[in-house]
């Protein structure tokens, strides 16, 4: 019985030390690195990104002038802007545009002059000075002309 006690304590203690080695962690082996499609891409530096001959087109710019009076004759062209709803008093003055807001979403509609190029918007930049409040939302609609009271109602507040 001793010798089945002893043969049995010898195969349990070698199969402990046969699992030990299995058990702690791989070391040799290592994760594989990420691919980082930054470090991949290396533009050729004989390609010119800016040929000559492409230029940018000039940006649009809103400047606000006085509209001479309609006269006898034909009338010059309409302004570019249309106060919508919740505006009073649109008008110029010294190169600026001024009214009065009298709701709590006043509407502008600015007309984009005609050109041939119909790109995508860039960037928007707005100069202007408000007596109160302070958020300004910008929409572009790709229509000619937009409904400003539909655009009022549509509008988050």
């Known amino acids: 019985m001793l010798a089945t006690r002893a043969r049995s304590s010898l195969l349990l203690c070698g199969l402990a030390a046969a699992l030990i080695p299995g ?7 290592t994760a594989p690195a990420p691919i980082r499609l930054v470090d991949l891409y290396k533009p050729d530096p004989a390609v010119n990104t800016n040929a000559p001959g492409v230029s940018l087109p000039p940006p649009v710019e809103w400047r606000f002038v006085s509209i001479p009076a309609p006269s006898s004759g034909p009338s010059g062209t309409p302004p ?6 919740g505006v ?3 008008t110029v003055r010294d190169g600026h ?10 509407v502008i509609d600015l007309e984009r002059p005609p050109s041939e190029d119909r790109d995508v918007v860039h960037e928007v930049q707005v100069r202007m000075r408000a007596s109160a409040g302070a ?5 572009l609609r790709p229509t ?7 655009e009022a109602d549509l509008a988050p507040i």
């Not at 958020?135 to 929409?139: D, E, G, I």
């Open 23 to 29: 058990c702690r962690p791989r070391g040799s082996e």
């Open 144 to 150: 000619e002309k937009v409904d400003l009271k539909a």
């Open 80 to 85: 570019a802007w249309t106060a919508g709803p």
């Open 88 to 90: 009073q008093g649109l």
């Open 97 to 106: 545009l001024v009214g009065r807001a009298t709701s709590d979403l006043p």
């Open 135 to 139: 958020n300004l939302s910008v929409a």
